[in-house]
């Protein structure tokens, strides 16, 4: 549930480039590990999120309380076509107050400016 709601509130600039859409979703996970919400906002491409960053982070911070993680990110597919790609990914998700689970989700990104983004139509 809680990756459901993440990618419709979470991807613009981050410090380093990522070369593949795997490598920003390995980056979302650990700047979301990190509760870096900021840096983990600016992995979305712009306006495909439906808040302020300053609310989308409040949502993020309660939806993913300090003590959760997300662990053993698999890439299971990666399929790009021009300037748009879907990443099929799963992982095990610990978030506090909520069973733990493994999730499988597909990821859709953007490429601007050379710089792979987080797209819209993320399901999980």
């Not at 990110?73 to 099929?88: C, L, S, Y």
Request: one cysteine or more; a negative charge; hydrophobic letters at 35%.
């Amino acid at each position: 549930m809680v990756l459901l709601l993440l990618p419709a509130i979470f991807v613009a600039g981050c410090g380093e480039t990522a070369n593949t859409p795997g490598d920003v979703i390995r980056e979302h996970v650990k700047l979301l590990n990190q509760r870096d919400f900021d840096e983990f906002y600016d992995l979305h491409a712009p306006g495909t999120l439906p808040s302020s960053k300053e609310a989308y982070v409040q949502e993020i911070d309660r939806l993913f309380p300090e003590g959760s993680e997300i662990t053993d990110v698999r890439i299971i597919g990666e399929n790009v076509e021009g300037d748009r790609a879907t990443v099929t990914w799963s992982s095990l998700q610990k978030i506090i107050g909520r069973e733990e689970k493994t999730v499988e989700v597909t990821t859709s990104l953007v490429r601007e400016n050379d710089r792979w983004k987080i797209g819209e139509n993320t399901t999980p």
